[in-house]
């Protein structure tokens, strides 16, 4: 799921941001759909029923999640990025305690804090002035928005149980995440900027839709299953330990000992939320 910031980074520069998104879920409906046609055919009358709910997860998790976070990229530094996009896990563990009864206890609230520290460890570089001085952009509600719709998608992807298969799901909530984000492309090329069918726009897209997109949405859906919404919200913290990682390796960006603070902070932050989890189990 971090490799989706190489395509914040990379990938902007040569697609403009809806377009990117919009292409992105086309493009994974279009590999996943020769392989669940079929079943889809045979389960229309679970479609049918399920159809409202498969159109909210794909606005909020391919729609919202899609287009937010490369518009606020726009007018936001990564630094209040990385920042406000940690809030989802906290939306998604208020959200589920309020509407889903989902208990929090003393030992998750302290993981909780210890992957909060460790990440703010990272993004401020270890230096508190950097935090102090920050200042904030209407990209930033673009960021906001999209944590929003990220805890709400994981929510309920959880919740509204289905029987339809994985990839039958996964299959129609990128077609749905596509369907929202037509009428704000067909905006975006008339009225701002228009796409560019190059070479570099089909291997961003490609990449968009395998990586950060099949692959890691298949097994944050899987993860899930297994954990449940709140505990499989930390993961998003880990998110920003593999962006650094790939800033190492792809941008030649340093890896500082803030880093290596911060890193060992997340972790036992999620070692305390999974302990008291398996301890249930």
């Known amino acids: 799921m971090a490799s989706n910031l ?38 229309y009358g679970i479609m049918k029923k399920e159809y409202k709910k498969l159109f909210f997860l794909g606005a909020t998790g391919c729609g919202v999640c899609g287009a937010f976070p490369f518009l606020a990229g726009q007018t936001t530094t990564v630094t209040n990025m990385g920042i406000i996009y940690t809030s989802s896990p906290v939306f998604i563990i208020l959200i589920s305690s309020i509407f889903f009864n989902e208990k929090i206890n003393l030992t998750k609230i302290i993981g909780l804090i210890a992957c909060l520290i460790g990440v703010f460890a990272i993004i401020i570089k270890g230096d508190l002035y950097l935090l102090i001085n920050l200042n904030f952009t209407i990209g930033d509600l673009w960021m906001l928005a999209a944590a929003i719709g990220w805890a709400l998608y994981s929510i309920y992807l959880f919740y509204w149980k289905t029987k339809l298969e994985i990839f039958q799901r996964f299959t129609l909530i990128a077609f749905f995440g596509a369907v929202s984000l037509l009428p704000f492309y ?18 961003w897209v490609v990449f968009a839709a395998v990586s950060p997109g099949i692959v890691a949405f298949t097994l944050y859906t899987m993860a899930q299953k297994k954990l449940g919404a709140s505990l499989t919200g930390f993961t998003l913290y880990i998110f920003t330990i593999y ?8 941008f030649e960006e340093k890896l500082e000992n803030y880093h290596f603070v911060g890193t060992m902070l997340v972790f036992f932050g999620i070692y305390l939320a999974k302990k008291k989890n398996v301890q249930k189990n």
């Open 6 to 43: 190489i395509v914040a980074r990379g990938g902007v520069e040569y697609v403009p941001p809806i377009s990117l998104a919009f292409w992105r879920w086309t493009v994974v409906f279009l590999i996943l759909l020769p392989f669940t046609y079929i079943s889809l055919r045979k389960s």
């Open 186 to 203: 067909i905006s975006e090329e008339i009225f701002f900027e228009r796409t560019i069918f190059n070479k570099e726009f089909f291997m």
């Open 243 to 250: 962006g650094a990682i790939y800033g190492y390796f792809l």
